[in-house]
């Protein structure tokens, strides 16, 4: 495997520098292959980060690009998304990833495709375990990158993204590249959230220079998870009346970035919005020369909405409130019923197991069971019958009412607990989360649930569990990749103090 400049600096804690290259359907291959040669030549950049489906849309085959920039000098780090690969398509991916000698791969769900059916046959805390089972068994050479977004202002969307991460790092993740924001704030939060967590693992922070266009649309939410306040959007927009359109500016607000996350303690830099090779150079010069006055500028760079939730600094967010009598009540009875309740290997176990063994013998009596359990479950968690029930490991919330299927926790994309792409509902992960919060069971949360075995659909749930059928928490099934559980750590256990 060829030298690898971007694991080099991580490992060795030099800080560094990594520049996004957005391998859209309208960039021209040759014009992104210049950029990478000229990337490849200026000092301080470790490798290019090579995207795909950036903001929901189809761009270049992100492995095809990478190989060319790879041939042009730059170290390039794929971006992997679940949007439109099912877990064989992903683990093949990969492979050719790795016959091709690329090492770095960026682990991502992905934002919703437009116009296109999405797959999303698995969530990224699954394929970073499917990385890493590549990794361990097939000796497959991949250092692995995953996203967090600190950028949140809610308090369930906030923790669960820091949750999340625990759970990738968990899976095997190497380092961390955060979503773009402009709140130094958050930046520390994210930082101070992992020293109180133990966690050593490297994170670069997001520099996005920031132009007016841009900021406009990231004021609305676009593309998911990015989000500009109106404040920082008409700063700008004074700033593009200068001579320059306001270049030097939107540099400038880079470079302090850079120094910021240097001060931070921060493992590097992840540069985009250009693919001005001497733009990147400038602002690493400058960010190293502004170094020194990081916290001055750190206290400049706060834009953040009016009503913003923070872990460790006060918060003009309206608290988390209790849940209601009706919620808790409904949630309590939920508990009951659950199979999970019947200890396994003991007599009623055995019982269930010998039951649902019969059952499973009389194919219409199975099917039955499954439409009775349809029917109960249907009107009350939204059940499609995928036959790999882990609403007891989703505090009673299925999976499945997830535009996006995702097991793990909520993606980048939500916007204030409302859903990236049913904007007018709530994202599920809100409701687990406050019910999890409620019943003091936010480590529970931590628990890998692995993809469902999608033969299952249209089966008793009841049998398949029983019967050992099932992909679940402790049972990944059918190709479903197996993490290596860590130890958890008493001090990673997570503590929220909503500070008074
Ligand atoms: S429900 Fe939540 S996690 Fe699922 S797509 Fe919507 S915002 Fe993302």
């Keep these: 495997m060829p030298r690898n400049p971007l694991r080099e600096s991580l490992e060795a804690g030099r800080f560094c520098h990594v520049v996004e290259i957005v391998a859209s359907r309208i960039s021209r291959e040759a014009r992104l292959l210049h950029v990478a040669a000229q990337l490849a030549v200026t000092p301080g950049v470790v490798a290019g980060s090579i995207t795909s489906y950036a903001g929901g849309s189809a761009g270049q085959d992100p492995v095809r690009v990478g190989t060319a920039a790879k041939a042009r000098g730059l170290t390039p780090n794929i971006h992997v998304t679940c949007v439109s690969k099912d877990r064989r398509e992903l683990r093949e991916m990969l492979h050719t990833i790795s016959d091709l000698d690329i090492e770095n791969v960026f682990a991502l769900t992905g934002d919703y495709p437009k116009g296109s059916t999405p797959v999303f046959d698995m969530d990224s805390v699954e394929l970073v375990t499917l990385m890493n089972e590549l990794r361990q068994n097939e000796g497959l050479q991949l250092w692995i990158a995953v996203a967090v977004t600190p950028f949140k202002y809610t308090e369930p969307d906030c923790v669960y993204q ?26 520390a939060e994210l930082r101070r959230y992992l020293d109180d967590h133990g966690i050593q693992k490297p994170v670069l922070g997001n520099v996005y220079v920031l132009g007016l266009k841009a900021a406009e649309k990231m004021s609305k939410g676009e593309p998911p998870g990015c989000w500009v306040a109106p404040e920082l959007v008409e700063k700008i927009r004074a700033e ?14 880079a470079a302090r970035m850079v120094a910021i996350l240097r001060g931070m303690g921060y493992a590097g830099a992840y540069i985009g919005g250009t693919h001005k090779a001497e733009h990147v150079r400038w602002i690493i010069e400058r960010g190293q020369q502004l170094a020194p006055q990081w916290e001055e500028l750190a206290s400049e760079l706060s834009y953040s909405p009016k009503s913003a939730f923070y872990m460790y600094e006060p918060s003009t967010a309206p608290r988390l409130a209790p849940l209601g009598w009706r919620e808790r009540a409904v949630n309590a009875f939920w508990h009951v019923p659950s199979p999970k309740r019947i200890p396994e290997g003991g007599v009623l176990h055995k019982l269930a197991k010998t039951v649902f063994g019969w059952i499973d013998h009389r194919p219409s009596l199975a099917r039955s069971l499954e439409r009775a359990e349809f029917a109960v479950k249907s009107p009350a968690f939204g ?39 049913i904007p007018e509902r709530s994202c599920i992960w809100v409701k687990v989360y406050e019910r999890a919060k409620a019943a003091n069971e936010l480590e529970s949360l931590k628990v890998y649930i692995p993809p469902p075995d999608r033969s ?9 569990y029983f019967l050992n059928r099932d992909s679940r928490p402790g049972r990944p099934k059918l190709g479903a990749p197996t993490p290596t559980p860590a130890p958890i750590k008493e001090e990673s256990k997570i503590k929220v103090a909503v500070p008074q």
């Design 162 to 187: 820091y949750l999340k991460l625990e759970k990738k790092f968990a899976a095997g993740a190497d380092y961390a590249i955060t979503q773009l924001g402009f709140d130094a704030k958050k930046f």
């Design 240 to 253: 593009t009346k200068a001579k320059d359109s306001g270049e030097a500016a939107r540099l400038e607000r």
């Design 383 to 421: 059940c499609q019958s995928c036959g790999n029930c882990v609403i007891p490991d989703m505090q009673y919330v299925c999976p499945q009412t997830c535009p996006k299927q995702l097991r793990n926790g909520p993606c980048g994309g939500t916007n204030n607990g409302q859903c990236e792409v």
């Design 456 to 464: 299952l659909k249209g089966t008793s749930a009841w049998i398949n």
